[in-house]
């Protein structure tokens, strides 16, 4: 069993940054792909950003490319997401997932693994 814990949400301005983590229990971290989606009130959960087990390749929605930087720590068991320039509409409850396989999805239901989610607020 995997335990998924996010830290690092809060209120920001339009703008500005915030870095989003994850810690990871389980000693095959490395090797589960692992996600960051989002739920903003009155939505559905959407994909972020997802990267591999071992290799790191990322993806991305393209709401946040070029703004958001999925990474991984596997020493520390830990992911991450950066966020900058952030906007209003990315106010919402994220959480991070992880599956294990090394290859990571844009599907949450593929997922096996969810954390309970830490709340982004951006005020315009």
């Known amino acids: 069993q995997v335990q998924l814990v996010e830290s690092g949400g809060g209120l920001v301005q339009a703008g500005g940054s915030l870095r989003l983590s994850c810690a990871a229990s389980?000693?095959?971290?490395?090797?589960?792909?692992m996600g960051w989606f989002r739920q903003a009130p009155g939505k559905e959960r959407e994909f972020v950003a997802a990267?591999?087990?071992?290799?790191?390749?990322?993806n991305y929605a393209d709401s946040v490319k070029g703004r958001f930087t999925i990474s991984r720590d596997n020493a520390k068991n830990t992911l991450y997401l950066q966020m900058n320039s952030l906007k209003s509409e990315d106010t919402a409850v994220y959480y991070c997932?992880?599956?294990?396989?090394?290859?990571?999805?844009?599907?949450?239901?593929?997922?096996?693994?969810w954390g309970q989610g830490t709340q982004v607020t951006v005020s315009s």
């Open positions: 990267i591999t087990g071992i290799t790191g390749s990322r």
């Open positions: 997932a992880g599956r294990v396989v090394v290859t990571p999805s844009s599907r949450e239901y593929e997922y096996d693994y």
């Open positions: 389980g000693r095959r971290f490395s090797y589960y792909a």
